[in-house]
């Protein structure tokens, strides 16, 4: 079956892409409204919205899933993009600090109950477990685009516009999203057994914690979390003061960090076909914490550059991408099919809970005590964790052989089920 023949999934797939763009946009002007409200504090700022964003993600996104079965699950989707639109056009308003952080709490707990619900909705809407398994594969693709093309489409906006411009187009987003979901149909799940809402979405976290090369990833969740937040979180004041840049250099040097991964991502298919997993994610550790100790080294010495900022972030962005690509591939590998929805469920959460340590590292440590230290400890937190993966993934399961208690297709429990926890 083809995946994209399937008229609601198409649409479905494209509000959630637009919704991401959203997003991602979003995030990008989100770190111009904290230098114009806070000026050298931007970091402290960008690093506790960024910190709210992950309380959400860690905390609500698990509840939304184990709930999503009882609500009308079309409705809900219209509600949470309306909303996020409302907040998005809402921000270039604000005038403190504080409406910055209650915003963007609205903004991620709305973000927080989507992805869960469109997970949720995929098996219902694609019955072929080959399609549907695709499905997850480009759900995951579209979320890893996002982070690659959102710097690049906010660099070129900046040319012509002013930031605050940006929050209207993507609010804009979020409701042509909305439209795109009203005009699919989500048949309404059918309520499963009344558990615990956290016994429902653990067994994916637990099949991580028993699985080898799954505690390989989770380690390299860390890396990728602690080399990305130098990028996300330190880039506007970096440029805007270190550099002298302006808002558009901001941008720019944040597309440089996408290129890299998507011009990576582009060229890993046909290297996958010929190499294991585990040799790709590993070097790719090895390049982020290259990246992270060349950063500490900038800083430390006072020698950074646009050329040497340009050439670590880029570095970072390729780093990002052989970690991040391979994953939907080593995720499907270890679990039977059954378990796949519970296994991408748990790897949203364990991936978000990574940043959720290095987001206020970044911000916090950044902004109080200088860049040479707080990029000094996300090195270091960087090493731990790809040592971390070396010793947890065995050498001899690098091409996919099951090294852990695996959830097999026949004695799995029933999709329907697992799903409601993705």
Known sequence: MRLFAIRDYRRLFG???????????????LGLLAYDLAGPRAGMVLGTALTIKMVMYVVLAPLAAAYVDRLPRRILLVVLDVVRGAVVLA???VTEVWHVYVLIGLLQAAAAGFTPT????????????SAYTRALSASQVASTMESLLSP?????????MSFDLLFLGTSAGFLVSALLVLSTRIPDARPGPRTGAWDRVASGIRTFLRTPRLRGVMALNLVVAAAGSIVVVNTVNHV???????????????????????LTALALPRVLDRTAPRTVMTAGAGVLVGATTAAVTL???????????????????????????????????SVGRNA???????????????????????GWLGTSAGFTLAWSVLAVLAWAGAAGALLLW????????TTGPVTTARHAPDRSTLSKAA
Do not use: C, N
């Open 394 to 401: 065995p050498r001899h399961d690098g091409r996919g052989a």
């Open 240 to 262: 805007r003061d270190g550099l002298g840049g302006s808002q558009s250099d901001v941008a720019w040097m944040l597309a440089a960090s996408g290129t890299g991964t998507l």
């Open 91 to 93: 921000l270039p308003l």
């Open 15 to 29: 509000a959630q892409v637009i919704a991401l763009f959203g997003t991602g946009l979003t995030t990008v002007a």
């Open 118 to 129: 469109f997970q949720a909705v995929i098996p219902d809407i694609v019955p072929d477990e």
């Open 299 to 333: 800083s430390a010495t006072g020698l950074t550059t646009w050329t040497g900022t340009a050439v670590v972030w880029t570095v970072i962005g390729i780093g990002m991408a052989l970690v991040i690509t391979p994953t939907g591939k080593v995720l499907r590998a």
């Open 152 to 160: 690049v489409l906010a660099a070129v906006a900046l040319t012509f």
């Open 340 to 362: 796949i929805p519970a296994a991408f469920a748990a790897q949203f959460s364990l991936s978000h809970l990574a940043w959720l340590i290095t987001y206020p590292i970044a």
